[in-house]
């Protein structure tokens, strides 16, 4: 199969940040455009379950998206529920993706334990959770970058390794 062009959504999950103040969602576009990756939607959402939740499924369900990566709503705030929204949508889990995250990030930061995000599969689109910071993002999207195309293309019906 051929290589996939990455076409992405970004969703940035924050009540109280503004299009002009998305520092994390910028910084997620920047990485993503330096892949060669095609930004199709980006989105700024409340912390609010049920739309967060509805906003994921409407976007996995787009024949247009195959990859949607979010970024805040991961800690352990109240309103933090952004991995309850991913995990009600997905039909599969992909938790190598959130585990090297988490392991890679934390010898740096020990907070970066904290992160609840989660990763997943709903038909033929990758969701990844990442935290609100701008470093918290480039971080993770680093360790994550060696294999995305490869998932994305797994995910597609490339089943070659």
């Known amino acids: ?8 959504a970004v969703i940035t999950v924050s009540d109280t940040r503004k299009p002009e103040d998305d520092l994390s969602g910028n910084k997620l576009v ?5 892949l060669g990756a095609e930004v ?4 700024m959402v409340t912390d609010d379950l049920t739309h967060l939740r509805d906003t994921l499924s409407a976007l996995a369900d787009r024949e247009d998206i195959n990859l949607i990566i979010t970024t805040g709503g991961t800690g352990f705030g109240p309103r933090d529920n952004t991995p309850e929204a991913t995990r009600a949508i ?5 938790p190598g993706l959130s585990e090297a995250m988490r392991r890679e990030t934390a ?4 907070y970066a334990m904290l992160s609840r995000g989660v990763c997943g599969i709903r038909g033929t689109t990758l ?11 480039e971080e993770c999207f680093n360790v994550i970058t060696p294999v995305l195309g490869h998932a ?4 597609l019906g490339d089943t070659k390794h």
């Open 30 to 34: 920047t990485l993503l455009m330096s």
């Open 127 to 137: 969701i990844i959770n990442l935290p609100g910071s701008p470093k918290g993002v």
């Open 152 to 155: 994305i293309n797994q995910i």
């Open 1 to 8: 199969m051929e290589k996939v062009l990455i076409n992405a």
């Open 107 to 110: 010898t740096m930061h020990p």
């Open 40 to 43: 199709a939607i980006r989105k």
């Open 90 to 94: 997905i039909e599969r889990e992909a």
